[in-house]
């Protein structure tokens, strides 16, 4: 199985920045394509930004435009989501996923494979 696990979340106040890391174990990293999704409490697990196996594509929900980026190191097995500007709005926990390789049903988490155990993102206002 492939192994996932975040870190980097923290409490930040709003307009702040925070970097977040999911390091992967048990299969070729670059086999895989990404994604981050965060839930916040009472809402369903919402996408946020996607890359695909390469790194060369990327993409992100209209929220985050402009805010968030998305990378990779596959020789490190890990994908980095750099949150800057944040706002309240963008508390949840935040969770990073494997799929094959990017489609258009890479928006839906059911698409996705493995996860991690989530990291939570806290900001104040």
């Known amino acids: 199985q492939v192994q996932l696990v975040e870190s980097g979340g923290g409490l930040v106040q709003a307009g702040g920045s925070l970097r977040l890391s999911c390091a992967a174990s048990?299969?070729?990293?670059?086999?895989?394509?990404m994604g981050w999704f965060r839930q916040a409490p009472g809402k369903e697990r919402e996408f946020v930004s996607g890359?695909?196996?390469?790194?060369?594509?990327?993409t992100y929900v209209d929220s985050v435009k402009g805010r968030f980026t998305i990378s990779r190191d596959n020789a490190k097995n890990t994908v980095y989501l750099q949150m800057n500007s944040l706002k309240p709005e963008d508390t949840a926990v935040y969770y990073c996923?494997?799929?094959?390789?990017?489609?258009?049903?890479?928006?839906?988490?059911?698409?996705?494979?493995?996860w991690g155990q989530g990291t939570q993102v806290t900001v104040s206002s």
């Open positions: 996923a494997t799929v094959k390789s990017w489609s258009d049903t890479s928006y839906d988490p059911k698409s996705y494979y493995y």
């Open positions: 048990g299969r070729a990293f670059s086999s895989y394509a």
């Open positions: 890359i695909n196996r390469s790194g060369g594509s990327t």
